[in-house]
């Protein structure tokens, strides 16, 4: 597609469930990045991709959280055991990889409500 | 440690002009990005500064300061539209964005 997808738009489980966010990046571009924004706050940094690997994980907030890159494309977000800590939205982007001054575009994001 | 600084609200009058300013201390600089932020959408890219200067693009313009790692995003001709949180963000050396939490802009008739 012309931009970054990000499914589902809006997701509802209760508490102690496991999630799974989709994103599916701007084609070509190997950079991927999740992030969680809550109401009224800015971004907080999660994971990147560069290809299939992961170099910065250092935002993962616990062990409950993971996430994947097959074939330079799709990321899935995993959050397992969820916490009412966890609602909020959780945006990915994509960027063209080694040219640093590209911006990333973002998807419309997944809004995650713990019950 | 890595910190960068904005106001958290600001409120100008329609047909008027804004300033944000933005300041950050991070572990070095490959740039500067302004993006908008409409309230229940995504951030949309507005503007890059990677050398000292003014960079103006229509009704909006960026200007940057490495020296004093300061930077403002000035928007001309306010309209009710341009109502949104503006974020800065800043790469650094590893070519990883630290994020500003936003200035949410008010416009008023």
């Known amino acids: 597609g012309a931009g970054v997808s990000q499914s589902p738009s809006n997701k509802v489980t209760e508490k102690g469930k496991d999630v799974e966010l989709r994103c599916d990046p701007i084609?070509?571009?190997?950079?991927l990045y999740w992030y969680r924004q809550s109401l009224g706050q800015g971004l907080e940094f999660l994971i990147y991709?560069?290809?299939?690997?992961?170099?910065?994980k250092s935002g993962l907030p616990s062990d409950r959280f993971s996430a994947e890159r097959t074939g330079g494309s799709v990321s899935t977000l995993t959050i397992q055991r969820t916490q009412q800590e966890d609602s909020a939205v959780y945006l990915c982007a994509s960027s063209l990889v080694g040219i640093f001054n590209q911006p990333q575009h973002f998807g419309d994001g997944t809004r995650l409500s713990i019950l | 440690g890595q910190n960068i600084d904005q106001p958290t609200e600001m409120t100008a009058t329609e047909g008027a002009i804004v300033q944000i300013n933005c300041t950050y201390q991070t572990s070095g600089f490959n740039g500067l990005f302004w993006y908008q932020q409409h309230a229940g959408e995504a951030p949309t890219f507005l503007s890059y500064?990677?050398l000292d200067g003014l960079e103006e693009k229509g009704r909006f313009s960026s200007f940057l300061s490495r020296s004093k790692g300061y930077s403002y995003l000035l928007l001309k001709e306010l309209q009710m539209k341009d109502s949104a949180s503006y974020l800065c963000?800043?790469?650094?050396?590893?070519?990883?964005?630290?994020w500003g939490a936003g200035t949410k802009l008010i416009i008023k008739p």
């Open positions: 084609s070509g571009h190997t950079a």
């Open positions: 500064n990677v």
């Open positions: 991709f560069q290809g299939n690997s992961a170099p910065d």
């Open positions: 963000a800043v790469m650094d050396s590893n070519y990883q964005l630290i």
